[in-house]
């Protein structure tokens, strides 16, 4: 299981997450055509899931610390902007690369899924986790990340964009069981040996 990769980590941060609180500023704001993958090029509004700047909790040098999820409206096309340098998942385990979890609830029901991997480093999050996007098994050659449903069968792909400060990607809903877009959402990123931010669980609500 890929969560393995952090549970050395874990018992070291569990009790200082589980104390503190992730801050998040619901914002709506114009999205410009250039937040767009794809040939969907379209002036759109977003909304701006902001999470608190130095909030990270790992203990190594690198501290990946997200500041802001970025979702456009009428598809699950998500832009996470961090305050520093982060580069794509590569074999050489780089030690600026993000990785980590992307996890919706779709039916937003806690009682139904699996567990999120966040809840073992910031405590309950209340959600129940149908897909999970894995940065871990990013595709370099086709510029793709898996989504695996709570079963761990292969749902499917998406394309996934890096900067050096940021990674958009956009979530077909035929992937995730033909969701209709109203989706329940938390993040845990960080480097190849720890986890180091947690943004969610937010709410997402299709605008129209």
């Not at 996007?133 to 989504?147: C, K, T, W």
């Not at 998406?158 to 969701?179: A, C, H, Q, R, Y």
């Not at 329940?184 to 480097?191: E, F, P, S, V």
């Amino acid at each position: 299981m890929r969560a393995q990769r952090w549970i050395l980590s874990f018992i070291i941060i569990v009790v200082f997450v589980a104390t503190t609180s992730c801050n998040i500023i619901y914002e709506e704001e114009a999205a410009g055509p250039d937040a767009n993958i794809g040939s969907e090029n379209v002036l759109q509004v977003a909304e701006v899931f902001k999470d608190a700047e130095g909030d990270t909790f790992g203990i190594d040098l690198v501290q990946h610390d997200i500041l802001s999820v970025e979702i456009t409206t009428g598809s699950l096309m998500m832009t996470v902007i961090f305050k520093g340098i982060i580069s794509p998942p590569s074999p050489g385990m780089s030690s600026d690369a993000i990785v980590g979890y992307i996890e919706l609830d779709t039916d937003q029901n806690g009682m139904t899924g699996m567990t999120p991997i966040m809840d073992f480093y910031g405590g309950p999050s209340g959600l129940g986790i149908e897909f999970s996007l894995r940065l871990f098994e990013y595709d370099a050659s086709f510029r793709v990340l898996p989504v695996y449903d709570d079963s761990g069968n292969l749902a499917g792909y998406v394309s996934i964009e890096f900067t050096e400060n940021s990674f958009s990607l956009k979530i077909p809903l035929s992937v995730i069981g033909n969701d209709d877009g109203n989706v329940d959402i938390g993040i845990i990123l960080g480097t190849w040996l720890e986890p180091t931010d947690i943004v969610g669980p937010f709410t997402y609500k299709p605008m129209g």
